[in-house]
Nanobody
Framework: QVQLVESGGGLVQAGGSLRLSCEAS????????MGWFRQAPGKEREFVGS????????AYADSVKGRFTISRDNTKNTVYLQMNSLKPEDTAVYYC????????????WGQGTQVTVSS
């Protein structure tokens, strides 16, 4: 099993920045990629971005391209989501996830961390 713990959420004004962290533990050697998702009240969970563990290849949703950046620190088993130029519509619970395959569903999920952007 893999355990994921998110941190770094909080309140920020529009235009501000925030960095989320996700620390993985357990069978981390099985992780192929890690992703960030978010879910706002009354809305479906949506994909934010992802990064492969070995190569560091990233992918982003159109809504966050140019504003959000995913990075990793393999020595710390940690993935980061740097969020800049935040907008009120970015308000959501942000979840870290991990998958063990190149494609397909994510196998493990963190508990989520709240991000609130005020106008």
């Amino acid at each position: 099993q893999v355990q994921l713990v998110e941190s770094g959420g909080g309140l920020v004004q529009a235009g501000g920045s925030l960095r989320l962290s996700c620390e993985a533990s357990g069978r981390t050697f099985s992780i192929y990629a890690m992703g960030w998702f978010r879910q706002a009240p009354g809305k479906e969970r949506e994909f934010v971005g992802s990064i492969t563990w070995s190569g560091g290849s990233t992918a982003y949703a159109d809504s966050v391209k140019g504003r959000f950046t995913i990075s990793r620190d393999n020595t710390k088993n940690t993935v980061y989501l740097q969020m800049n130029s935040l907008k009120p519509e970015d308000t959501a619970v942000y979840y870290c996830a991990a998958r063990t395959r190149r494609v397909g569903h994510y196998d493990y999920w963190g508990q989520g961390t709240q991000v609130t952007v005020s106008s």
